[in-house]
């Protein structure tokens, strides 16, 4: 059954009409959302409704009650979830969608009543302190969740992470970088969570590409402790003494980060750019301080084809994190028709081969976190074209 499903999905991608976008690769070939909203008063949540008449049950949990953009991408990925139900119908799998609130106390609710439904795996929620207050009720239910924040203090054996890590992103770009001859670095990176985590990874990144890191300037979100960093660091790189500066900061930094380098005398010929998947922007790609640099990112024609599918399906187009719980549906699907009573089981899900989704290649790492194949791009004339194709594959 999930041979076959595997082959529809092979003949979707030449036009057919069927597709199950995460399978295993061992079948299919020869391979920051972190915050949220704050915790509030606990309530039971709505009972929620369901998606999928199959007889494995998993539990969907997300902040559908949430304001603003919490509730919009909320509202995308339970779209997502179910335009994966509607093309994988012989899945097996029924949705329990569960309301989270957003926050710890309704995430422990909505958990605790998905599983005494029966759900055996939960997908979501999408914010750190909701994945911690559903962690405290499935984990001691043996039941595993696969989660969409990407604070990683939230992963451990049993709560995976599907979203995308820095970590994921540091170590392709470095050892892209170590291949192209780039061996001293230099970085800016946000006074936040998130510069915390990419200065690690940047660390080990660069320790086990033989490199060496020769400046980390962190900065604030304000635009006089951007320049006095950015000039800093222009200072080190004075004579050579780097040859590639990570910038992984989106549309309102690295741009700014670069015109104030240019402004100190550091051009984009005399060093590389790198960057992280937030580049993967126009507003990047017209900064033409950054012509030349790299940055990693999933290919773009796995979400352009699930956009127009989206499109088609329910009117708009859907936003970015949409494809998380599009390919942590069909991941559920294809386990479950696959592995029978071991379908969620830890070494099923954290199989070394991985899986293939929407966006590419990923697999579960023991620890919760994830790995993924991710293309390298390169920034040109204000676009930015793929230089070397995302791995399909694993090779450890």
């Not at 060093?271 to 993967?280: M, N, R």
């Amino acid at each position: 059954m999930f041979r076959t499903a595997i082959d529809r999905a092979g003949r979707f991608a030449a036009g057919a009409r069927i597709a199950l976008a995460a399978c295993l690769v061992a079948s299919c070939s020869p391979s920051m959302l972190g915050g949220g909203p704050r915790p509030g008063t606990p309530a039971a949540p709505v009972s929620g409704e369901v998606l999928g008449s199959g007889a494995v049950k998993v539990g969907l949990l997300l902040p559908l009650s949430a304001t603003g953009n919490a509730g919009q991408i909320a509202l995308n990925m339970k779209n997502a979830a179910d335009l994966a139900i509607r093309e994988f119908p012989s899945s097996g799998i029924q949705l329990l969608v569960k309301d989270d609130r957003g926050t710890a106390e309704g995430a422990r609710a909505a958990a605790a009543e998905a599983i005494s439904q029966g759900a055996e795996l939960i997908l979501g929620p999408l914010f750190a302190q909701s994945v911690s207050g559903a962690a405290a009720v499935a984990k001691p239910a043996h039941v595993p969740i696969i989660a969409f924040s990407s604070d990683t203090s939230v992963a451990s054996r049993g709560v995976y992470l599907l979203s995308f890590l820095p970590q994921s992103d540091i170590d392709r770009i470095v050892r892209y970088a170590s291949r192209q001859g780039k061996h001293s670095y230099a970085a800016l990176l946000p006074n936040s969570a998130y510069g915390s985590l990419a200065q690690a990874a940047l660390q080990k990144a660069v320790a086990d590409s033989g490199g060496r890191l020769m400046a980390v300037e962190r900065y604030d979100l304000d635009r006089v402790a951007m320049q006095a960093k950015a000039t800093a660091v222009a200072g080190v790189m004075q004579g050579g003494a780097v040859d590639a500066v990570f910038l992984p900061g989106g549309a309102e930094e690295a741009p700014f980060l670069a015109q104030i380098l240019a402004a100190n005398k550091v051009k984009p010929g005399s060093v590389k750019y790198l960057g992280s998947g937030q580049w993967d922007d126009p507003r990047v790609a017209a900064e033409s301080n950054l012509s030349g640099g790299w940055y990693p990112a999933p290919e773009r024609s796995g979400f352009a084809a699930f956009a127009a599918r989206y499109q088609t399906a329910f009117g708009a187009q859907p936003l970015r994190p949409a494809s998380l719980a599009y390919d942590a549906t069909s991941l559920a699907a294809g386990l479950a028709a696959r592995f029978g009573t071991e379908r969620f089981a830890d070494k099923t899900i954290t199989n070394a081969s991985g899986f293939i989704g929407i966006d590419g290649a990923f697999r579960f790492l023991p620890n919760g976190m994830n790995e993924r194949g991710l293309a390298i791009y390169q920034i040109s004339r204000g676009k930015a074209a793929v230089v070397e194709a995302a791995p399909r594959s694993f090779s450890k």
